[in-house]
């Protein structure tokens, strides 16, 4: 129904946003792991939207990007991930870590989202391996995670390339790398960690 609104924030919860477009509010379900993509309260912004029709309910979900809606298409095509599941999933992955899991048939990664469990997860991998785009998949993953931290980071680095060491490919490592990062920032700061403790950490997401 809307490809997207173009308009003024007017209200923001934490999985939710009211949109306004002349005079008219638009209530938009969002993803709450990624809702500070979007502006503040009284500022400008476009978003790009999902209408789903219901018996009982018509709602608008939005994305910051038209990445993220396209994915999320995908998930929700995908028997067992509803809207909510949907908006789960890139509430606690980002776009190159699904596309990552998927082409790479890591259910675990997919699983850490809530409410997912490992059929569902490899119900989606199984549907969509062949729908991901497998170019643009590798640019993501070079960018989000080779230039941002890999080359910025010289601990990060070592650690990479202990794992490709290990028998990982590169690939592998920079994406287990750079969740390991995440985690560690969200604790107490990557920048207070070895290489040893990001290897340590990466390990897991094997």
Same mark, same amino acid.
């Given at each position: 129904?809307?490809?997207?609104?173009?308009?003024?924030?007017?209200?923001?919860?934490?999985?939710?946003?009211?949109?306004?477009?002349?005079?008219?509010?638009?209530?938009?379900?969002?993803?709450?792991?990624?809702?500070?993509?979007?502006?503040?309260?009284?500022?400008?912004?476009?978003?790009?939207?999902?209408? /789903? !029709?219901? $018996?009982? &309910?018509?709602?608008?979900?939005?994305? *910051?990007?038209?990445?993220?809606?396209? %994915?999320?298409? =995908?998930?929700?095509?995908?028997?067992?991930?509803?809207?909510?599941?949907?908006?789960?999933?890139?509430?606690?992955?980002?776009?190159?870590?699904?596309?990552?899991?998927?082409?790479?048939?890591?259910?675990?990664?997919?699983?850490?989202?809530?409410?997912?469990?490992?059929?569902?997860?490899?119900?989606?991998?199984?549907?969509?391996?062949?729908?991901?785009?497998?170019?643009?998949?590798?640019?993501?993953?070079?960018? /989000? !995670?080779? $230039?941002? &931290?890999?080359?910025?980071?010289?601990? *990060?680095?070592?650690?990479?390339?202990? %794992?490709?060491? =290990?028998?990982?490919?590169?690939?592998?490592?920079?994406?287990?790398?750079?969740?390991?990062?995440?985690?560690?920032?969200?604790?107490?700061?990557?920048?207070?960690?070895?290489?040893?403790?990001?290897?340590?950490?990466?390990?897991?997401?094997?």
């Amino acid at each position: 129904m809307y490809a997207y609104l173009n308009g003024i924030i007017a209200w923001k919860t934490a999985d939710r946003i009211v949109v306004e477009v002349s005079g008219v509010g638009y209530n938009v379900y969002v993803s709450p792991g990624r809702i500070y993509e979007f502006p503040e309260c009284g500022e400008e912004v476009k978003v790009y939207t999902y209408t /789903s !029709v219901r $018996e009982d &309910a018509v709602s608008l979900y939005g994305f *910051a990007t038209p990445e993220e809606l396209e %994915l999320f298409k =995908l998930l929700i095509s995908v028997s067992g991930i509803g809207p909510k599941g949907g908006l789960a999933m890139l509430s606690v992955m980002g776009v190159e870590d699904i596309r990552y899991a998927i082409m790479t048939g890591d259910a675990k990664l997919l699983s850490k989202a809530p409410g997912v469990g490992k059929k569902t997860a490899e119900r989606v991998i199984i549907d969509l391996k062949d729908k991901i785009n497998t170019q643009d998949f590798e640019v993501s993953i070079t960018e /989000s !995670v080779s $230039e941002k &931290a890999l080359k910025e980071d010289p601990k *990060a680095r070592d650690a990479a390339d202990a %794992l490709i060491a =290990l028998g990982y490919s590169a690939r592998e490592a920079e994406h287990a790398v750079g969740q390991a990062l995440k985690e560690l920032e969200a604790h107490n700061g990557e920048d207070a960690a070895h290489s040893d403790q990001i290897l340590k950490l990466a390990l897991k997401y094997f």
